[in-house]
Nanobody
Framework: VQLQAFGGGLVQAGGSLRLSCAAS????????MGWYRQVPGKQRELVAQ???????DYADSVKGRFTISRDNAENTVYLQMNSLKPEDTGVYYC??????????????WGQGTQVTVSS
């Protein structure tokens, strides 16, 4: 199973970006999908997550600005980021908890995509 993340870049404060992360491989089902952020010297932290049933949860710092969604047919998770702030800067990683076609549970991380918000 592989995760490929796309959509990072450089944007001015107040701008928007949309991240996407596609899972590929022998996948039976994906329960959990999430986005995490990491900045130098700090631990990776949860930004947003969505369950297989569509229940979402967000870090307090992004509530009302970020929206997580998923396309189950495409095994893809999205993160729409609006009203971006310089403190949103970091490397964004996607994470999935899925079941392979062999029935095994697998936790996977994407390669990370850099988001830089200038003031």
């Amino acid at each position: 199973v592989q995760l490929q993340a796309f959509g990072g870049g450089l944007v001015q404060a107040g701008g928007s970006l949309r991240l996407s992360c596609a899972a590929s491989g022998t996948i039976s089902s994906i329960n959990y999908m999430g986005w995490y952020r990491q900045v130098p010297g700090k631990q990776r932290e949860l930004v947003a997550q969505i369950t297989g049933g569509g229940i979402t949860d967000y870090a307090d710092s992004v509530k009302g600005r970020f929206t997580i969604s998923r396309d189950n047919a495409e095994n893809t998770v999205y993160l729409q980021m609006n009203s971006l702030k310089p403190e949103d800067t970091g490397v964004y990683y996607c994470k999935t908890n899925l079941r392979t076609s062999l029935g095994r549970s697998s936790i996977n991380w994407g390669q990370g995509t850099q988001v830089t918000v200038s003031s």
